[in-house]
């Protein structure tokens, strides 16, 4: 049950992505492509007192990834940066993929080590993960 409930929140997301937008104001713009196709994700996320205010992106990327971007837009809004590189560990991420169960296990670990990864270049602290690390 909690499984196709993430895959009904990921479809609805992929459908009615709401947070697929260049904001008119951001403070990190993170850009990284794909594996597989290779389409460009470009993340737009404001920042306020170290906590998430804003979290958008564009892109030329597949269904998957769009509502797995849309999801963690929603997950990640008003989290202090810290806490989600402390939560959105290589531990979580696996337990995502696993409640997920679709056969797109390295699109879905991409979206969060891009996410990671903007966070990293926000805070400067010289850490870029790579999705081959898992």
Same mark, same amino acid.
């Given at each position: 049950m909690?499984? *196709?409930?993430?895959?009904?929140? @990921?479809?609805?997301?992929?459908?009615?992505?709401?947070?697929?937008?260049?904001?008119?104001k =951001?403070?990190?713009?993170?850009?990284?492509?794909?594996?597989?196709?290779?389409a460009?994700?470009? @993340? =737009? $996320?404001? $920042?306020?007192?170290?906590?998430?205010? $804003?979290?958008s992106?564009?892109?030329?990327?597949?269904?998957?990834?769009?509502?797995?971007?849309?999801?963690i837009?929603?997950m990640?809004?008003?989290m $202090?940066i *810290?806490?989600?590189?402390?939560?959105?560990?290589?531990?979580?991420? *696996?337990?995502?993929?696993?409640?997920?169960?679709?056969?797109?296990?390295?699109?879905?670990?991409?979206?969060?080590?891009?996410t990671?990864?903007?966070?990293?270049k926000? @805070?400067?602290?010289?850490?870029i993960?790579?999705?081959? *690390?898992?």
């Amino acid at each position: 049950m909690v499984q *196709e409930n993430i895959k009904d929140l @990921l479809r609805n997301n992929a459908k009615n992505p709401l947070n697929r937008y260049k904001p008119s104001k =951001y403070n990190l713009e993170y850009s990284e492509s794909t594996i597989g196709c290779g389409a460009r994700i470009i @993340l =737009y $996320i404001n $920042i306020i007192d170290e906590r998430i205010d $804003i979290f958008s992106f564009t892109w030329d990327a597949g269904i998957v990834t769009v509502g797995l971007l849309n999801t963690i837009s929603d997950m990640i809004d008003g989290m $202090i940066i *810290e806490d989600v590189l402390k939560k959105w560990n290589w531990e979580f991420i *696996e337990e995502y993929v696993e409640a997920i169960g679709w056969n797109k296990d390295d699109e879905i670990r991409f979206c969060f080590v891009l996410t990671r990864n903007a966070l990293h270049k926000y @805070l400067w602290d010289g850490i870029i993960e790579d999705i081959d *690390e898992l």
